[in-house]
């Protein structure tokens, strides 16, 4: 089970986004695998994607397909994640994408294919299409949670979020979902996760609030330090709230921070909901000299796997914080000025353990179920922050056990 409360939120519709899940039996049998996801034509829309070389043929197809036009639909399926298929998968995507365009009666370009799963195997195409013409039928604005339910894989809940939002001409909507649980360490998004508004909003404007909102919220998340072969993360904006955003107004600035927001939430979503995961971990790196430097550090900390077994085992092992630092790579780092607190608790200063540590504090500490380790480098007024999670029995079970 996740750490903390994740109870599914109620779910805002969006106006001019439809969607639609059903079972394709891609996988396994008796299970709802295939989203279909509709926009209106007005719409824009925005995204990112993985920084893996062997990124999915759907993420390569994404790509090509957003170069020509806008979408019009965005086509999900899970338990295969169709990367590492070559030509092959590709042209299973592009299949997928053009037995859907047929029958919505739009452009094949017009269709995002997404894809989650086992890496390395074929796609079944012929499952997929004859799953479609039921997906049509049942799409509706009210589909969010049961989208949230169908993109899963690994993870043990669905993911959501949805705000309503006032601004000086109105109410705007933002509702999102997303998936993930392991192979989390994204460098554009996560696994999945899909946005939609109905602000009207260009898409210059929309992608870049979108890479705003991302590299504050999924960039800022790491399972196990593996980055998918599949990560996708779309923003819509289909504008029937008639309410238009300015880039630099207050509205503006409004909007960005609640799509920050919303994204900090699906994401830390993810991170609570880590394979075999029992604690949230948060990592703040302050004072660095500059950024780079600070995830240099926070994403040492982060993969450690001897840090995070002794989170799994509420171990104060303070040692093993202070050796990841230490390794890190931090050129001229000056060891006598740095701290390194356990929650509000200090256990390195002055190049050693802090002289009022106790191991009853730290304990306290590694008791909780969410944590805060704060490293303070006093080299600059740089800062990061960065999530993660401990390593279970249950992370190598999980993943031990994943194609059987």
């Known amino acids: 089970m996740p750490v903390g409360e994740l109870s599914f939120p109620t779910m805002h519709p969006v106006a001019g986004f439809r969607l639609a899940t059903v079972e394709a039996g891609v996988r396994y049998a008796g299970r709802r695998d295939l989203v279909v996801m509709e926009i209106c034509e007005v719409a824009t829309s925005a995204a990112v994607f993985t920084s893996n070389a062997f990124c999915a043929a759907p993420v390569t197809l994404c790509k090509k397909h957003l170069l020509v036009t806008s979408p019009r639909y965005l086509l999900t399926n899970t338990g295969n994640a169709?990367?590492?298929?070559?030509?092959q998968g590709y042209q299973d995507s592009m299949d997928s994408c053009q037995a859907l365009a047929e029958q919505a009666g739009c452009l094949c370009e017009e269709v995002l294919p997404f894809s989650t799963g086992v890496i390395g195997e074929s796609l079944a195409v012929d499952k997929i299409i004859a799953a479609i013409p039921t997906a049509l039928k049942a799409l509706s604005e009210d589909g969010w949670e049961?989208?949230?339910?169908?993109?899963?894989?690994?993870?043990?809940?669905?993911?959501?979020?949805?705000?309503?939002i006032e601004l000086s001409g109105g109410?705007?909507?933002?509702?999102?979902?997303?998936?993930?649980?392991?192979m989390i360490r994204p460098d554009m998004a996560t696994m999945l996760a899909y946005v939609a508004t109905d602000a009207n909003i260009e898409q210059s404007l929309l992608q870049e609030a979108l890479q705003i909102a991302v590299d504050a919220s999924f960039n800022?998340?790491?399972?196990?330090?593996?980055?998918?072969?599949?990560?996708?993360c779309v923003l819509v904006a289909t504008?029937?709230?008639?309410?238009?955003?300015h880039a630099g107004n207050r509205d503006w600035q409004i909007f960005v921070q609640a799509l920050t927001e919303l994204c900090e939430q699906?994401?830390?979503?993810?991170?609570?909901?880590?394979?075999?995961?029992?604690?949230l971990i948060t990592i703040d790196v302050i004072n660095g000299s500059d950024v780079e430097e600070c995830n240099q550090v926070a994403y040492t900390v982060a993969h450690s796997p001897l840090v995070k077994t002794a989170f799994f085992a509420s171990d104060p092992n303070w040692g093993r914080i202070l050796a990841a630092v230490g390794r890190a790579g931090v050129v001229g780092l000056d060891l006598q000025a740095l701290t390194i607190h356990l929650?509000?608790?200090?256990?390195?200063?002055?190049?050693?353990?802090?002289d009022d540590y106790l191991e009853t504090k730290g304990q306290a500490v590694m008791d909780k179920d969410e944590i805060t380790i704060r490293i303070d480098l006093q080299r600059g007024k740089a800062?990061?922050?960065?999530?993660?999670?401990?390593?279970?029995?249950?992370?190598?079970?999980?993943?031990?056990?994943?194609?059987?």
């Open 383 to 404: 800062t990061t922050r960065v999530w993660t999670c401990d390593f279970s029995y249950d992370y190598v079970k999980i993943n031990a056990e994943y194609r059987s």
């Open 266 to 279: 699906l994401a830390q979503a993810i991170v609570r909901d880590g394979e075999g995961a029992t604690k």
């Open 146 to 164: 049961q989208a949230a339910h169908g993109i899963m894989t690994t993870d043990t809940v669905p993911k959501g979020c949805s705000q309503i």
């Open 220 to 232: 800022r998340i790491t399972v196990d330090g593996d980055t998918s072969t599949n990560d996708s």
């Open 171 to 182: 109410r705007i909507t933002l509702t999102g979902i997303s998936k993930g649980s392991g």
């Open 343 to 354: 929650g509000a608790v200090c256990i390195v200063r002055n190049g050693g353990r802090a």
């Open 82 to 87: 169709n990367a590492g298929t070559g030509e």
């Open 239 to 245: 504008g029937r709230s008639n309410i238009k955003l």
